[in-house]
């Protein structure tokens, strides 16, 4: 895995280029739409989807190329399914942010019971819990009051993924071999 790293540093460097214009330009036109928002995702899962495949079949022998095989076709499925069906996957994206706050507010607070015997403080994380749980609530009932934070929330974390691939790119590439 490691000469499949330092081989292919460079593709750890442009998604993360793409991933900081990405979240970048989320940022600075927040009223974008979401339908625009999502022919970008589109965009940019399939361009991923391209380097992970070339990836896995330069390195066929290697010990996990598989996992860069299915990371490249499950992304390029995903670009397209954006762009046959935007609307699906807007609305599908919303569900999905929903659905994961109310879950994680539900693990967030059963960790918070099971931790009252053990330390104090338990009830902040019961907080967040009910926050989550909350903000998933107000998502499913009213999808469009999520718009402008999710278009936040994807670009602040575009820009963190973008710079920790670059970060990686850069260090897989000073364990690049001489060429």
Known sequence: MLELLRTYWWTFLIRGLLALAFGIMALIWPGITLMALVMLFGIYVIVEGVFSLVAAFSNRGAGAWWVLLLEGIVSIAIGCIAFIWPGITAVGLMIFIALWA???????????????????????????????????????????????????????????????????????RKLAPPQ
Do not use: C
């Open 102 to 172: 109310i879950f994680t507010g539900l693990l967030e607070i059963g960790a918070a019971v099971q931790l009252r015997r053990e330390m104090q403080g338990e009830w902040i994380l019961a907080l967040i819990g009910f926050l989550s749980i909350l903000i998933g609530i107000i998502l499913i009932i009213n999808p469009a009051a999520g718009v402008l934070a999710v278009v936040w929330l994807i670009g602040i974390y575009a820009i963190v993924f973008g710079g920790l691939l670059v970060f990686l790119g850069m260090k897989f």
